[in-house]
């Protein structure tokens, strides 16, 4: 299998998202959707992506289908419900006396191939319940585990630790 | 509504308090950093969800900022914890429990 991070090329869809982006961001940092607003947020989305569009190629993982905003919404569902249970399952380690941690660096392989993808897998795996990324070299990504069970190996940490997320992310990027 | 934004004000403060606690508490910078990232981002999150309620009309700029928090609050711990390995220090590793702190 083919490890190495992939960038796509960038197409006229790219520029249109990059475009789309910045005004989203722009109607909601305005806050009204007054004709006056959106033609400056227009002007100034245009010429971002002119200036930009070509640099900005982080966003070129993403995969181009109707069902896209469905899963972003379904993945975003599944990790806001993980980082309230990361919260949890910290307060109530944080709290027992005894301090039940048994911390280990694990590696975890992951098959995301864009660095979009590869961001979105670290950071949701930073918060969630226990892990936090170290550091990521190609595929693999160094995870630092507040309770690593005894005699896990790179398979059963990736089963525990990415797998869930990687479906969820891996339906939307590559 | 303000009541129910006093909760989430409550939640969040709650969250952030419980996180410095684990700061004190965990034996190493590793188990430091994962305690401070996650309370810190839910409960920026909770706060923010709390402002939501008392001033409705800030809803799209909360978002922003709830986004914002969102995606650079893991990554800023992921950097210190790859800083603070690349410069040698070592992670407390599994069976020894209970660490001086």
Redesign the interface.
């Given at each position: 299998m083919d490890n190495t991070l992939v960038t796509p090329a960038i197409s006229l869809r790219h520029y249109v998202l990059v475009f789309g982006v910045c005004l989203l961001l722009w109607v909601l940092l305005v806050g009204n959707l007054a004709v006056q607003e959106l033609l400056a947020g227009v002007v100034v989305s245009a010429l971002v992506t002119l200036l930009f569009g070509s640099r900005f190629g982080i966003l070129t993982g993403l995969r181009f289908s109707p069902l896209v905003p469905l899963y972003i919404a379904g993945y975003l569902g599944y990790f806001m419900v993980a980082l309230v249970r990361a919260n949890l399952d910290l307060a109530l380690r944080v709290i027992a006396p005894s301090l039940p941690i048994r911390p280990a660096l694990v590696e975890v392989k992951t098959t995301l191939k864009s660095p979009l993808g590869r961001l979105l897998l670290a950071n949701s795996i930073t918060l969630t319940p226990g892990t936090l990324t170290v550091d990521v070299l190609d595929d693999t990504l160094l995870v630092h585990w507040v309770y690593c069970p005894p005699g896990t190996d790179m398979q059963q940490a990736t089963d525990k630790i990415a797998a869930s997320f990687e479906r969820h992310i891996g339906r939307f990027l590559l | 509504m303000n009541l129910l934004g006093d909760i989430f004000l409550l939640i969040g403060g709650a969250?952030m308090a419980?996180?410095s606690?684990?700061l004190i508490?965990?034996?190493?910078l590793?188990?430091r950093?994962?305690?401070g990232?996650?309370?810190a981002?839910?409960g920026t999150?909770a706060v923010l969800l709390g402002i939501g309620f008392h001033h409705p009309?800030?809803w799209?700029?909360l978002?922003?900022i709830a986004g914002f928090v969102?995606?650079t609050?893991?990554?800023g711990?992921?950097t210190i914890?790859?800083a603070a390995?690349k410069s040698g220090i070592e992670?407390?590793?599994?069976?020894n429990?209970?660490v001086e702190s």
């Open positions: - | 969250f419980l996180g606690l684990g508490r965990m034996p190493d590793y188990n950093l994962q305690a990232t996650k309370a981002t839910l999150l009309d800030w799209a700029k978002l922003v969102l995606f609050n893991p990554v711990s992921s914890a790859r390995l992670p407390v590793h599994g069976g429990r209970k």
